[in-house]
T-cell receptor, first 116, second 111 residues
Framework: NAGVTQTPKFRVLKTGQSMTLLCAQD?????MYWYRQDPGMGLRLIHY???????AKGEVPDGYNVSRLKKQNFLLGLESAAPSQTSVYFC???????????????FGPGTRLTVL | GQSLEQPSEVTAVEGAIVQINCTYQ??????LSWYQQHDGGAPTFLSY??LDGLEETGRFSSFLSRSDSYGYLLLQELQMKDSASYFC????????????WGAGTKLIIKP
C-alpha cells in the first residue's frame, strides 16, 4: 500500500496563477483533510471531507477550493495564487473506526509551494 | 474557544529523559494524540490517550489527566534520531473528525 500520496512535491507559481494539488489514498478512508504548515508553526486546517462528494471549511479556507469526486482523491485548488499562500501543504486521511486511535490521521509527504 | 499550549522548544541530552507538556482549553474532547515530525517530513502518529493515565509504547509514553486539562509525552533513552517537532492534538466533541493542534515543540538533543 502506498498510503497517502501527493502530487506535485514542489511547485513555484507566480502571483495570480492557478494550480491544483492532488491527494490520493489507498486505505479506503472516509475522511480526508488539507492542511498548511508555515515555517516554525503548527498545522492549520484548510478544508476537509467526511466522505465522497462532501467538503467543509476548516480554519483557513479563504483562497482555496476543494473537491472530493472520488473517495480516494481529494483535490485542493488555488484559483489566484498569492505570496501569502507560500507554504507546505499536507494532505491527510483517517478512518473513524479502526487503527490505534479511531482518529489517527495518516499524512502524505507534503507539497512545497512558493508563490512569487 | 479551544486551544492547546506546548513549549516551543525543549533541549535535552542524548540518553536522558524528557517530558513535553500539553495543556488545553476545550469544552470536551475524545482523547489526546501525539504526532512526531522530523524536519522536512510529514507528521506521523505516536500515541493516543482516550482515558486518564499512562500509555506506554517502547521508549515513548503519553499521559492524560482530564481533571487537570493536561497531558504530556515522555521520551526515554533519548537518541539523536528523536530530534524532531512533537505536536499534541485533540478531537473536540463538536468536531467532525477534525483535530485541534498545538503549535508544536521542537526537541533539540545534544550529544
Amino acid at each position: 500500500n502506498a498510503g497517502v500520496t501527493q502530487t506535485p512535491k514542489f511547485r513555484v507559481l507566480k502571483t495570480g496563477q492557478s494550480m491544483t494539488l492532488l491527494c490520493a489514498q489507498d486505505m479506503n478512508h472516509e475522511y480526508m483533510y488539507w492542511y498548511r504548515q508555515d515555517p516554525g508553526m503548527g498545522l492549520r486546517l484548510i478544508h476537509y471531507s467526511v466522505g465522497e462528494g462532501t467538503t467543509a471549511k476548516g480554519e483557513v479556507p479563504d483562497g482555496y477550493n476543494v473537491s472530493r469526486l472520488k473517495k480516494q482523491n481529494f483535490l485542493l485548488g488555488l484559483e489566484s495564487a498569492a505570496p501569502s499562500q507560500t507554504s507546505v501543504y499536507f494532505c491527510a486521511s483517517s478512518d473513524g473506526t479502526s487503527g490505534l486511535s479511531p482518529y489517527e490521521q495518516f499524512f502524505g509527504p507534503g507539497t512545497r509551494l512558493t508563490v512569487l | 474557544g479551544q486551544s492547546l499550549e506546548q513549549p516551543s522548544e525543549v533541549t535535552a541530552v542524548e540518553g536522558a529523559i524528557v517530558q513535553i507538556n500539553c495543556t488545553y482549553q476545550t469544552s470536551g474532547f475524545y482523547g489526546l494524540s501525539w504526532y512526531q515530525q522530523h524536519d522536512g517530513g510529514a507528521p506521523t502518529f505516536l500515541s493516543y490517550n482516550a482515558l486518564d493515565g499512562l500509555e506506554e509504547t517502547g521508549r515513548f509514553s503519553s499521559f492524560l489527566s482530564r481533571s487537570d486539562s493536561y497531558g504530556y509525552l515522555l521520551l526515554q533513552e533519548l537518541q539523536m534520531k528523536d530530534s524532531a517537532s512533537y505536536f499534541c492534538a485533540v478531537r473536540g466533541l463538536d468536531s467532525n473528525y477534525q483535530l485541534i493542534w498545538g503549535a508544536g515543540t521542537k526537541l533539540i538533543i545534544k550529544p
